[in-house]
């Protein structure tokens, strides 16, 4: 079984979990697409079989998220899972539109002490419980919109937030309240789509059965963004780098009706990339 899954993660459930369910089902080795916290719901893509080999394809992709943000308190985890230390005021809705702006764009964002960051060989959660101090380096990340959408409680407010991989949205939450002047913490958090992926089209993972798994098996090829290499030499299935006459860059690439994997070209000679089948 070969392909991909896009599963709508429930909250409360880590996806490491939700990779688990789906292996004992598919009876074949699985990976996800970009960690989703506990807390969090909603798109999480599964790969199976051959279809694990193409994730570092996919990590630019975009995603988008609705999340709410508590504000005049923080956690220790910047999200409802920590303990909750009241501190800071509740800015205006005014306020907190007039900062977002200089959220947009590549900007550096130290990930959270709670996260799957490795530092020094360890995992940043189990050193952060352990109560050992040390620092993350910052790392460059890309929002594309940061947007306030309403204000859902007297302290908290819902925004819509298209990123690149790699943010984190609990990060954004404690930057735009230092912005403020105050604190904040994430309550609410929900990946309605990554890349290709989106929470219209997605399975519940409940209604997924080792009976229905295949109905549900998108195909490798159907969700890679690239375009169809067209008549290459069969050398390329070799090894053999062969003239093309299109641009550079990554291609799908088919034997018969049947496909290959990728193929890169460069100067204008392609090579298999990426074998999967």
Known sequence: MTGFFNIYKPAGMSSAAVVNRV?????????????????????LPVGAGNATR?????????????ARF????????????????????????????AALPAFLGEIEQ??????????????????????????????KVVVDDFSLMSQTAPDEYEFSITCGGG??????????????????????????????????????LAALTQENLTEYLIPTDMVLPFPVLEGADDCIFNGVKVAVGVQDGLYKLYRGDEFYGLA??????????????
């Open 167 to 204: 943010t984190y949205i609990r990060a954004l939450v404690r930057d735009l309240a230092a912005a403020l002047g105050t604190q904040g913490y994430m309550t609410f958090l929900r990946r309605d789509a990554s890349g290709v992926f989106t929470a219209e089209s997605a399975v519940p």
């Open 264 to 277: 890169r070209v460069e100067n204008g000679l392609a090579h298999a990339e990426k074998k999967l089948c």
């Open 23 to 43: 292996k004992r089902m598919a009876k074949t080795p699985c990976g996800h697409m970009g960690t989703l916290d506990p807390l969090a719901e909603g798109v």
């Open 54 to 66: 193409l994730f570092d394809y996919f990590l630019s992709k975009k995603k988008r998220y609705t």
């Open 70 to 97: 508590r504000f005049g308190a923080t956690t220790d985890t910047l999200d409802a899972e920590g303990e909750v230390r009241p501190g800071g005021r509740v800015p205006s809705a005014e306020e907190i539109a």
């Open 110 to 139: 130290a990930p959270p002490r709670y996260s799957a960051v490795s530092v020094g060989g360890r995992r940043g959660y189990d050193l952060a419980r352990r109560g050992v101090e040390f620092e993350i380096k910052p790392k």
